[in-house]
Structure formats: structure tokens, C-alpha cells
């Protein structure tokens, strides 16, 4: 198990941007993980939100967010990205960054092997 923390959300007005942190308190072989970010507001379903390989060489994005949010990774400092551009109101969750050897369990949300705490970002109008 990699344990995940975040850091990076917050208040912005739409059109603003935010960048969020999620980082693994253990570093052991970070760069083996398919990393992926997810966002929940209360009532809602989880919903996928972007992932990266492990090499960087590949990401995957919503729909929702193509063209606006950017993942991104740096193994050396154990620590996974996701810039988030032109927001919207309908962006306001929480976050959650996601770790696990299979890309198919990121992409399908099962039995994700670690998950970060959570980070509140809200977009006002």
C-alpha cells in the first residue's frame, strides 16, 4: 500500500485556476503506479475525473474536463498533478487523488488500492 496526502484545493471564481498536489508518504516504487484523480460531492456518485501511467507517456481525462484540466506526474519527488484551468461552478467536489498497479482499476473504480484524503475545491459563481 502507498499512503497518499493532498494538498492544493480551495475558493476560486469561475474561469479560475487551482492546482492540486497528492503526494505518497511511502516513495517505494511511486513509479510503478498508475496514478488517478476522482471527485465526489455529497449525495453524488465518485466520478472520474483523469490518470497517468506510470511513464508519464499516457493519460486519460473526462470528458468533462478535456481541454481544461491537466494530470501530470514527477517520480522523483513521489508527487502527482492535476492543474485545473477555466473552472467551473459544476467543478465544486471534493477530490481524490488514487493509486494502484492496473490501469483497468483506476479507469473502472474498482478495488482501487489506495486513496488521499480529500481536498475541497469550490467555484463560485
Known amino acids: 500500500q502507498v499512503q497518499l496526502v493532498e494538498s492544493g484545493g480551495g475558493l476560486v471564481q469561475a474561469g479560475g485556476s487551482l492546482r492540486l498536489s497528492c503526494t505518497a508518504a511511502?516513495?517505494?516504487?511511486?513509479?510503478?503506479?498508475?496514478m488517478g484523480w476522482f471527485r465526489q460531492a455529497p449525495g453524488k456518485e465518485r466520478e472520474f475525473v483523469a490518470a497517468?501511467?506510470?511513464?508519464?507517456?499516457?493519460?486519460y481525462y473526462a470528458d468533462s474536463v478535456k481541454g481544461r484540466f491537466t494530470i501530470s506526474r514527477d517520480n522523483a519527488k513521489n508527487t502527482v498533478y492535476l492543474q485545473m484551468n477555466s473552472l467551473k461552478p459544476e467543478d465544486t467536489d471534493i477530490y481524490y487523488c488514487?493509486?494502484?498497479?492496473?490501469?483497468?482499476?483506476?479507469?473502472?473504480?474498482?478495488?482501487?488500492?489506495?486513496w488521499g484524503q480529500g481536498t475541497q475545491v469550490t467555484v463560485s459563481s
Open positions: 497517468i501511467r506510470w511513464s508519464g507517456g499516457n493519460t
Open positions: 488514487a493509486a494502484d498497479r492496473r490501469l483497468s482499476a483506476i479507469l473502472g473504480q474498482a478495488d482501487v488500492g489506495s
Open positions: 511511502s516513495g517505494r516504487t511511486f513509479s510503478s503506479y498508475v
